[in-house]
């Protein structure tokens, strides 16, 4: 079921235009990155959702399951959404325990609740143990995810997340990485990032945005199939610069790419099987010392790089 869709999505400030007619949906129980590099308009977006800007035209349109009123759009978009900013503001005098009971209570739960809810998710982001410590004295990481444990207490249907790991050391971002990673049983999750990594670890879905525009969406294997093209790459011990260039003549051999130096080397292919039997060949029949040879389809980044560019 579709818990939120984006219509011809616009956001302008001043003479600029941040989002320029993103359109996307989000079905319940998905977790999905939106993707792009800085100022392609993810954060903007993101506050949109999350009711924090109105946008300049567009439509967001939520649905409720609520007896009676399943399928029709909901006005009061508050109690459905969580929201971690990328740089989210704690009381540092403030214990752990205390900012959640407080964060509940905005939420309007009852007093016994929002203490009861704020224990529970202590527990569930690794802070019970230190509930009653100032946030002023929490790691980056512990503050990141008392973050998204207040973006929680009221049990949001879609939880958003702008750029949750990119302030953290290693061991933070994994921490944080696999806390989303347990939390996406329960609850739809939207998180931008530039780190293509987390989101072909992470995600069923990406949005990829670029210049305020939705450049492709989809899940991975139906971006893979649009974007995806075979490509061999070739590390040598010396340059492969007079290969290169006879291997521009060859029929399955699309288009070459070789790093500064001539000793890396990208070909995207019209047939695998017919390219790596060939290069092989040329390449024993040559004597070139290969370090690396792989055959196989084209990565998230390329594919990301594609969409925008494209």
Known sequence: MTLVRVERLVKRFGSGTAVDGASFSIEEGRCVALLGPNGAGKTTTLKMLAGLLEPTEGDIVFRTEEPGNEGRPVRDIRRLIGFLPQYPAFFPWMSGREYLTFSGRLARLPKTEAKRRAEELLATVGLAEAAGRRIGGYSGGMKQRLGIAQALVHRPKLLLLDEPVSALDPIGRREVLDMIG???????????????????????????????????????????????EPVIRIRAETPLNESVERWRTFASVRSIEAEPGGRDVRLTVADLAEARAALWRDLGERGVPVVRFEAGRTTLEELFLKAVSG
Request: proline content about 0%.
């Open 182 to 228: 347990r939390i996406r049983r329960e609850t739809t999750v939207l998180f931008s990032t530039h780190v293509l990594h987390d989101a072909e670890d992470m995600c069923d879905d990406i949005i990829m945005m670029s210049k305020g525009k939705v450049a492709a969406a989809g899940t991975l294997e139906e971006i893979g199939r649009r974007f995806s």
